[in-house]
């Protein structure tokens, strides 16, 4: 199996047009068309995790974050960037990273937080928009199905938790072919009516290569009309952060206890308790001050991310609960969902987890 069959299913369940635009997800190092000898997947990529790989016979290190995030101007090893990056070169270990496009999914990073805490009712806690798009579709009527079944196929007609949703509309369309066409149906130089239908359906704006092949490959016509246009809905299966509900109520101090034992925390960093009961929870893995707004906009009693800085505390105006738990933290589970991402389409390969502890930072106690 070559690296690249990896990345490609990889890029299938959390495509890189969902990065954030400061992100650099992908394959950092390494040669694509390389034969993939085991996979070790990770938080971090750091030096230590290169030799792990080295050590285990794995030239392909799966990783959340992207160990080159910035621009590298010079490669030293003066830092423990540049030291990963000539590491991972000079044994010909590839490293892909899988970072805020994975974020952004609703089956993604936080989906993680939200199974260790038992939530019900997820969504986004921010939706994306401008990220669905609609196909129009003009096909002889006799086509309709074959169409609409290459088309659910490729991707399109998902809407929230249904799937193969279209619409149609039927009618009588003209046309007339040049004397070099050869025309499905009708005369070349003659004009042509035909009962056609026009389909509609909808699907996310990276999957567009996709649909429009599929549409090619079964329709009829040697020039297809259609119109492709950008939505400003929202998608609901991706957007930032998650916002969920208990099963059943429970206290501030009750939850601090189910959180700091759901994500084995020696410490949680937190806001004066409202004394007010916890049933709806927003979650972002990482550094998720940025969402504070939508947290309390989604009437959360209590919000859960990390890197929060003194000032952003006082953002919970009291409103609800704010807990910080640290990076790693909240995002440690994220190797175990790596690890079922790749095992689950590659059964027979060698996926590892790291045995690194990656997290560079430590308390005192």
Known sequence: MKISEVVAHLEGIAPPSLQEHYDNAGLLTGNPDWECTGIIVSLDSTSEVIAEAIGKKCNLVVAH????????????????VGQTVIKAIKNDIAIYAIHTN??????????MMADKLGLVNRKPL??????????????PASHEDKLKDALFVAGAGSIGNYSECSFSSYGKGSFK??????PYV?????????????????FPYYL???????????????????????????????????????????SESEFLAILKDAFSLQVIKHTAPTGRPIKTVALCGGAGS?????????????????DLKYHEFFEAEGRMLMCDIGHFESEQFTIDLLSDIVSEKFPNF??????????PVHYFS
């Open 208 to 250: 567009e290569g996709v649909v429009l092949a599929a549409m090619k490959a079964v329709h009829p016509y040697e020039e297809i009309a259609f119109d492709l246009l950008t939505l400003d809905n929202s998608f609901t299966s991706v957007g930032a952060g998650l916002v969920g509900e208990l099963p059943d109520s429970v």
């Open 126 to 139: 921010q939706l994306a928009k401008g990220q669905l798009k609609k196909l129009h579709v003009f096909v």
């Open 290 to 306: 940025f969402l504070i707004s939508n947290a309390l906009t989604s009437k959360a009693d209590v919000y859960i991310t990390a």
């Open 65 to 80: 974050h992207p160990i080159i995030f910035k621009g590298l101007k010079k490669i030293t090893g003066s830092d423990y």
């Open 177 to 182: 072919g040049g004397l070099n066409t050869s």
């Open 102 to 111: 994975l974020d952004n999914l609703l089956h993604g990073v936080n989906k």
């Open 186 to 202: 009708g005369t070349p130089g003659e004009r042509h009516y035909e009962n056609e239908c026009r389909i509609e359906v909808v």
């Open 350 to 359: 060698a996926v590892l987890k790291t045995r690194v502890k990656t997290n």
